[in-house]
C-alpha cells in the first residue's frame, strides 16, 4: 500500500471519542462477564450448604469438582466467539459489537434469576460468548482507529475500561455482597445495558475495515476463515493463548473463593486488595504501554508471562500476605502484558481476517482456560490443596512461552506495511 493511500484513512488518537466509546463497551462487557468470578462465593453458598470442615465443599458450600465443572461450561461457551467474531470481518465491526454487547448484558441479567447452581451456569454460558466477543472486537477496533505510535496507548485503553468494569463489580460484591447477594450483583448489568443506545450513538467503524470491505468479497464463514499464507502466525498465537489462559483461567476464577471462603479474608480486606490491584493495573498498563513501544511486543510479552506464572503460583501458597501480594503482582503482570499482546496479535495479520483471528484466540483460550481449571480444581479438592493446584496447573506454560519467538516483532510498523490490502 502506497503512502498517499495509508494517509488517507481516518485515524485517531488514543483519548478520541471513537475509541473512548468502544472503551466504553468493553467496561460493560467487563462488568457483565467478570460477575462469576467476583461473586462465586455467593453463587456457592446460594446453592450450596456450608458445614463446619476443612474441605473445599465445607468451606465454600460446593465441591472444587462441581465449582471447576461449572466454571469449565462457563468458560466453553466462549467458543461461540469464534464465529462470532469472525462475522465482524463480514457485517462490519460496529453492528456486531453493539448487538453481542446488548444480548450479552441481558443474559447477565437473567442469571440474576437463577433458581438452581447448574440453571445460573446454562444462563450465564448463553451471554459469556457474546461478551467475550465484545472484548475481542473491542480490541481489534482500538488497534484499527489508530495509528502505530498510539496503538499500544488504545489497546491499554481497552483493557483499562474492561479491568475498571471488573473491578468495580468485585468491591461492590466485596462490601453490599452481604446485602444484595450474587442476584443483586447481577442485576448491576442492566446500567450499562440502558446506557448502550447512547454509546451507540457515538461508535464509529474503522476507516480500515472500510477500506478492505472495498476489497475481495468472501463468503460469510461458519467458522473464522484464516489463509494458508497466516496460518504460521495463527498456530503460534493460538499456542500463547492457550497457556495463557491455563494461568489466568483458575488464578482469576478462584481467587476471590480462596479469599473469602478458604483463607476468610472480611470484605473490607478484599476491597482493599482490588483496589490495591487496581492501581498496580494503572501502572501495569502505562508500564506495559511503554516497554510496547521501547523493549518490543515480544519481549514485554515473554516477560510478562513468566510474571502471570510465577504470581500465580505465589498467591495459592498459603499465608494471607502471600495471596494479596500474588494477587497484586499478577494483576501487574497481567496489565503490563495486555498493550504489548494486544497490539502484536492485531498487527500480526491484515485487517480482512483480523476479527476471524480474534475469534480463534479466544476460542482457544477457553480451551486453556478449561484445562488450567479442570487441573487446578480437580488437584485443590484432594486435601484442600489449593498450592500444589496452582502447581499442576501453571508451571507447564513456562517452556511454551518461548515460541514468541516464532512471530517477527511489529512494534513501530502499521498493519498495511506488512500486509498491504
Known sequence: MTLPRRQALTLYRWHDPPVVAVALLALAAGIGQFG????????????????????????????????????????????????????????????????????????????????????????????????????????????????????????????????????????????????????????????????????????????????AARGPVHEPPVLGPVGHSHRRRLVVVCVLAFVLNMVSGPANSFVFLYAQNVEKLSGGVVSAMVVMAGIAGLGGLLAGRWLADHLGRRGTTALTMVGLVCFGVLAYSGPKTALVIGYVLGVLSAATFAPAGGSLMNELFPTSVRASVTGWEIAVGVLGAVAGLLIFGAVADVGNRFALGSLAAFLPVLPVTLVIWLVPETMGREPEQLWPE
Not at 58 to 86: C, H, K, N, Y
Open 36 to 211: 462469576v468470578v467476583a461473586a462465586l462465593g455467593s453463587v456457592a453458598k446460594a446453592f450450596g450448604h456450608e458445614a463446619a470442615g476443612a474441605t473445599i465443599t465445607d468451606q465454600a458450600g460446593l465441591s472444587g469438582t462441581e465449582l471447576g465443572i461449572g466454571l469449565a461450561v462457563i468458560r466453553l461457551a466462549s467458543l461461540g466467539s469464534l464465529p462470532l467474531a469472525g462475522l465482524a470481518d463480514r457485517w462490519g465491526r460496529r453492528p456486531l459489537i453493539l448487538w453481542t454487547c446488548g444480548v450479552g448484558l441481558a443474559f447477565t441479567v437473567a442469571a440474576s434469576l437463577s433458581p438452581t447452581y447448574w440453571a445460573f451456569v446454562a444462563i450465564f454460558a448463553c451471554g459469556r460468548p457474546l461478551l467475550s466477543t465484545t472484548n475481542g472486537v473491542a480490541q481489534v477496533m482500538a488497534a484499527e482507529h489508530t495509528p502505530a505510535a498510539e496503538r499500544a496507548k488504545a489497546v491499554a485503553l481497552i483493557a483499562a475500561a474492561y479491568a475498571v468494569g471488573a473491578g468495580a463489580l468485585t468491591i461492590l460484591h466485596a462490601l453490599a455482597g452481604g446485602v444484595l447477594g450474587f442476584r443483586g450483583v447481577f442485576a448491576v448489568s442492566l446500567i450499562p445495558l440502558l446506557a448502550l443506545p447512547w454509546i451507540a450513538r457515538r461508535v464509529h467503524e474503522p476507516a480500515r475495515f472500510d477500506v
